[in-house]
């Protein structure tokens, strides 16, 4: 089962850039950056890198975040997570960006959009994967962050800029604050794709969609404490990026035993399987299907189809999903 999950083509569709540096990337960056409290030793780092809890979490995706101090770290962080997905036969990904807390720190806007767009067409020469952009909103750093994200997006949302977010933490964040935002987003051409309904209850999802306008829901989780907002995701079509480690990691879900997955799709509800942020969370998107699997009792077409509907919740254009049904039919047979 691993060994087939592991040569699955597969889209991924919610996993954060700062958190998905890898110990060998952080400790190039640590290296740059010799004042940094981060060890720069790979072994020390895989060390550091173990989770404990959610607070150790926090603390190293911040330490990552501090060393990303000039564009050409933006450019090797973006790079290497592309070179880490596509090891794990990711064909094309929607990377979630937060471009305000690199801004925040000195990084200008423009530098950041131009280094993620060059490692981007580099990433895609060097190993063979398709990048687009979620440029998302850290709630917890309210309107003024919004505005900022909103005009990066705005202003010099490259092409492959396809959706506008929202994330961080839900609880005292709520959705509703940020309509406007995701109004303008949206006029713009943006896909709506907030996280809701992780670490709070099914409210925040009903905003998202009726406020937000949300095409797909980040984890989303919660909707199966509510049949009725079930049904709507499923009449909609509104998909879940559901990230089951990630899940039981922030303690959203006390167990995978217990993770609400299959009562999802036994509603009929849309669901894609996703990392989130894996190193950190120490998972791999090849591991999340693996657990899937055994939620859901899926045998290898069950995982076929699993990935097809990572593809057709994607925003890839069209002759880009073709393709990858085609290649994720081909291994399959
Ligand atoms: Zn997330």
């Known amino acids: 089962m691993h060994e087939f999950i592991a040569a699955l083509p597969k889209a991924e569709l919610h996993v954060h850039h700062v958190g998905s540096a890898s110990p060998d990337t952080v400790a190039e960056l640590a290296a740059r950056h010799e004042d940094s409290p981060v060890p720069a030793d790979p072994a020390a780092l895989a060390e550091y890198f173990t989770f404990t809890d959610f607070g150790h979490f926090i603390e190293v995706y911040l330490s990552v975040v501090d060393l990303l101090r000039t564009p050409e770290d ?17 064909r094309y990904a929607e990377l979630t960006m937060t471009p305000y807390t690199s801004i925040v720190r000195g990084i200008a806007a423009e530098a950041y959009v131009e280094a993620i767009e060059d490692a981007r067409r580099a990433a895609e020469r060097d190993f063979g994967v398709a990048l687009q952009w979620i440029f998302d909103i850290p709630g917890e750093s309210g309107i003024p962050a919004a505005d900022v994200t909103l ?38 051409g943006l896909h709506s794709v907030p996280h809701a309904g992780e670490s709070t209850g099914p409210q ?21 404490q509510d049949p009725r907002l079930m049904e709507r995701l499923a009449t909609d ?68 189809a699993l990935a097809t509907a990572a593809v057709d919740a994607s925003f890839a254009p069209e002759p880009m999903k073709a393709h990858l049904r085609a ?7």
Do not use: K
Not at 74 to 90: F, K, M, P, Y
């Open 237 to 304: 079509g509104i998909a879940l990026e559901v990230c089951p480690t990630s899940n039981v990691r922030t303690r959203s879900v006390p167990s995978l035993d217990e993770h609400p997955l299959a009562t999802l799709v036994e509603a009929g509800v849309t669901v894609t399987i996703n990392s989130d942020d894996p190193p950190m969370f120490g998972t791999t998107l090849n591991d999340e299907y693996a657990i899937a699997a055994d939620l859901l009792d899926l045998d290898e077409s069950g995982l076929v």
């Open 151 to 188: 005009d990066t997006a705005l202003r010099l949302g490259p092409g492959s800029l396809v959706g506008f977010g929202l994330g961080g933490p839900e609880i005292g964040v709520p959705r509703p604050q940020f309509a406007s935002h995701f109004e303008r987003a949206r006029a713009a």
């Open 204 to 224: 925040s999802i009903w905003d998202s969609l009726d406020l937000l306008g949300a095409e797909r829901i980040g984890h989303g989780i919660a909707a199966a």
């Open 74 to 90: 933006i450019w090797t962080l973006t790079h290497e997570v592309g070179r880490d997905l596509a090891a794990q036969n990711v």
């Open 327 to 333: 290649e994720i039919d081909a291994a399959g047979r």
